[in-house]
C-alpha cells in the first residue's frame, strides 16, 4: 500500500501563487506516472496534471495550461505542482494520485490510479 501525502495548499488572491508537493512511498521508479486532480464543491474530481515517469512527458488540463506546471525531484521522490497567476475557479481540494502501470490513453483517466492523497485545499479569493 503507497502513501501519498500532498501539501502546500492555501488562501492565495487572484493573481497569486502557490506551489503543491505530493510525496509518495517509494521511488518514482516505481510509478508509471503521479497526477494531480483537483474537486471543486458538488463538481466532479478532475484531472489537472500528469507526469510519466519513464520519459517526464507531461499532460494538462487546457483550463490550466500555461500557468501550472508539473515537475519532479527524483533524489526527494517529490512531484510539484507550481500554480500561477491563480483564478477564483481554481478553487478546489487538489489531490495527488499515483499509477502502478500504463492505464490507456487518457491520462486523466481518475480510474487509472492508483493511490490517492487525502489531498490539499486551495482557495484562491481576495
Known amino acids: 500500500q503507497a502513501e501519498v501525502v500532498e501539501s502546500g495548499g492555501g488562501l492565495v488572491q487572484p493573481g497569486g501563487s502557490l506551489r503543491l508537493s505530493c510525496t509518495a512511498s517509494g521511488s518514482h521508479l516505481d510509478y508509471y506516472a503521479i497526477g494531480w486532480f483537483r474537486q471543486a464543491p458538488e463538481m466532479e474530481r478532475e484531472g489537472v496534471s500528469c507526469?510519466?515517469?519513464?520519459?517526464?512527458?507531461?499532460y494538462y488540463a487546457d483550463s490550466v495550461k500555461g500557468r501550472f506546471t508539473i515537475s519532479r525531484d527524483n533524489d526527494k521522490n517529490i512531484v510539484y505542482l507550481q500554480m500561477n497567476d491563480l483564478k477564483p475557479e481554481d478553487t478546489a481540494i487538489y489531490y495527488c494520485a499515483t499509477a502502478l502501470q500504463a492505464y490507456g490513453s487518457d491520462w486523466s483517466d481518475i480510474y487509472g490510479m492508483d493511490y490517492w492523497g487525502k489531498g490539499t485545499l486551495v482557495t484562491v479569493s481576495s
Open positions: 507526469i510519466r515517469m519513464s520519459d517526464d512527458s507531461t
